[in-house]
C-alpha cells in the first residue's frame, strides 16, 4: 500500500533517440541520475562521446519534489536549449534524471524559436518512449515477533512494504522498506493483528 505523496517517478535505463531538423542533428540521451555527481558523470560520459559536436545541452531534476535541478545552454543563445529541456522533463513529472540533447549542426541557422522547438521535440520524442519506474520514499521498520505471529505478520508487510527481508532465528526479524507516511498504521496493525506480541523499531 502506497500514498501518492511517497512515490515519484525516474527512469529505468539509459535511452536514446535522434531527429534531424534542417541538416541538424539533435541527439537525445536521458539517464537515470539519483545525485549531482551520477548526472555530472553522465554528462562526461556524453561530452567524451560526442567531444566533435557543436553543443552538448542538458538539464537534469532531483529528489521527490523536482526541486533540485539545473540546466545549460552550452552555448547556444540563452533560454533556447536547457530551459526546454528542462521543459520537458517536468511536463513529463519525472525526476532523478539526466537529459542530454547534443547538436550537430547541419549548416542552417534556425534562429532562437526554432532552437527551442527542436531542443523541446528532441527531449520530448525520447521521454515519450522511456520506460518509467517508481521510485518510493521510504523508512525502514524492522519488526520482531515469535513463529507463532509469522502468519500475521506477513499479511501485514504484505500490505504495507515496497520490500522486505528477513532473518529467522529464536525469533524472527524483519527488515520492512514503508512508505513514509504509512509507518504509523503499519506499526499499529502489527501490534493490532498479533496483540501487541510483536514489536516495531526503527533502527538509527
Same mark, same amino acid.
Given at each position: 500500500? =502506497?500514498?501518492?505523496?511517497? =512515490?515519484?517517478? &525516474?527512469?529505468? %535505463? @539509459?535511452?536514446?533517440? %535522434?531527429? &534531424?531538423?534542417?541538416?541538424?542533428?539533435?541527439?537525445? &540521451?536521458?539517464?537515470p541520475a539519483n545525485s549531482k555527481e551520477k548526472a555530472m558523470e553522465n554528462l562526461s560520459s556524453i561530452r567524451?562521446?560526442? #567531444?566533435?559536436? +557543436?553543443?552538448?545541452? #542538458?538539464?537534469?531534476?532531483?529528489?521527490?519534489?523536482? $526541486?533540485?535541478?539545473? $540546466?545549460?545552454?552550452?552555448? %547556444?543563445? +540563452?533560454? =533556447?536549449?536547457?530551459?526546454?529541456?528542462?521543459f520537458m522533463v517536468q511536463k513529463y513529472d519525472l525526476s532523478d534524471i539526466l537529459l542530454v540533447v547534443t547538436r550537430y549542426f547541419g549548416g542552417t541557422k534556425l534562429g532562437v524559436g526554432g532552437l527551442s522547438r527542436a531542443y523541446s521535440d528532441a527531449a520530448e520524442e525520447l521521454l515519450k518512449v522511456c520506460n518509467r519506474v517508481p521510485v518510493y520514499c521510504t523508512i525502514t521498520v524492522k519488526v520482531l515477533c515469535t513463529y507463532e505471529d509469522i502468519n500475521a505478520v506477513k499479511t501485514v508487510i504484505d500490505k504495507y512494504s515496497v520490500s522486505n527481508e528477513s532473518d529467522y532465528r529464536d525469533i524472527v526479524e524483519f527488515f520492512c522498506k514503508?512508505? @513514509?507516511? +504509512?509507518?504509523?498504521?503499519?506499526?499499529? %496493525?502489527?501490534? @493490532?493483528k498479533t496483540h501487541a506480541r510483536a514489536g516495531t523499531f526503527i533502527p538509527e
Open positions: 500500500m =502506497t500514498n501518492n505523496i511517497d =512515490t515519484y517517478f &525516474t527512469i529505468a %535505463e @539509459e535511452i536514446r533517440n %535522434e531527429i &534531424t531538423v534542417k541538416g541538424s542533428r539533435f541527439i537525445a &540521451t536521458c539517464f567524451s562521446q560526442h #567531444y566533435d559536436a +557543436s553543443h552538448n545541452c #542538458y538539464a537534469y531534476r532531483l529528489g521527490r519534489n523536482g $526541486f533540485d535541478f539545473r $540546466f545549460s545552454d552550452d552555448g %547556444e543563445p +540563452s533560454g =533556447t536549449a536547457g530551459k526546454p529541456i528542462l514503508i512508505p @513514509e507516511n +504509512s509507518v504509523d498504521s503499519f506499526c499499529a %496493525e502489527i501490534l @493490532e
